[in-house]
């Protein structure tokens, strides 16, 4: 696998505002190490070094968790197709690639995420909140693909989040 320096160094430059990467700890926290310049603007927020506590009272992250806990560690990738609501009240594609790095650190895993929006949003318009996961798959890059399918988040596990 790739570490993150290889990762940044072989990415088309165009693609690297769209990078998050995600890192994850044996406490089920996801923290994002890099939020990209492009999800900055589309969020409203730069979420650089925020960490989200996976628990039972929040569904999806603990789905996000797991999906993305599984896909380092099998390895392999994991692609979705997901709605999300905007400032504007519209709702709108988005489509999100993971792929498991190696970070040389004991207990962490890292995975870069590549976030692509399928419907522009407009000016001044904001992503707020996810509504539902359309897909999920595991993609194989070399090692096969785990035995149990990803977990899709349905729109029954979302709460809307304020802006």
């Not at 990415?11 to 996801?30: G, M």
């Not at 899709?152 to 809307?160: G, L, M, T």
Request: hydrophobic residues 40%; contains cysteine; aromatic residues 6%.
């Amino acid at each position: 696998m790739p570490s993150s320096c290889d990762y940044l160094d072989r990415v088309n430059p165009a693609l690297q505002p769209f990078v998050a990467f995600s890192d994850l700890d044996p406490l089920q926290r996801h923290t994002i190490a890099l939020y990209g310049t492009a999800l900055v603007e589309q969020w409203g927020k730069d979420m650089t070094g925020q960490t989200i506590q996976c628990t039972p009272a929040n569904p999806p992250s603990m789905q996000l968790l797991e999906n993305l806990s599984r896909c380092a560690a099998h390895p392999c990738g994991l692609w979705e197709i997901s709605r999300f609501a905007t400032s504007k009240g519209r709702i709108i594609l988005r489509e999100i690639l993971a792929l498991p790095l190696a970070t040389g650190r004991t207990g962490r895993t890292r995975l870069a995420r590549y976030h692509h929006v399928i419907e522009d949003l407009g000016e001044v318009e904001l992503f707020t909140g996810l509504v539902e996961t359309l897909d999920k798959q595991w993609l194989d890059i070399g090692q096969g693909r785990p035995a149990l399918p990803p977990q899709v988040i349905a729109a029954s596990a979302v709460r809307p989040i304020k802006t």
